[in-house]
């Protein structure tokens, strides 16, 4: 039996999640600092903007 082919929106939208999936163990990964340095605190407020506009954008484009 032949597998369905996907979609280019279910490519698209496997591809998100599992950039939004490496983001979040990322994110685990570098949420505890090994010392609370300004520039940690500084690199790890940036991570999580970062994170929180990539998510927007791929809530955005899986509505489209």
Same mark, same amino acid.
């Given at each position: 039996m032949k597998a369905k082919a996907k979609t280019w929106a279910e490519v698209k939208e496997d591809h998100q999640k599992a950039v939004l999936d490496d983001l979040a163990e990322s994110a685990r990964y570098?949420? /505890? !600092? !090994? /010392?609370?340095? !300004? #520039? #940690?605190?500084?690199? +790890? +407020?940036?991570? +999580?903007l970062a994170a929180k506009e990539l998510r927007a954008a791929a809530r955005k484009a899986v509505k489209r």
């Open positions: 570098y949420s /505890d !600092p !090994p /010392d609370c340095a !300004p #520039w #940690w605190l500084e690199m +790890r +407020r940036a991570f +999580r």
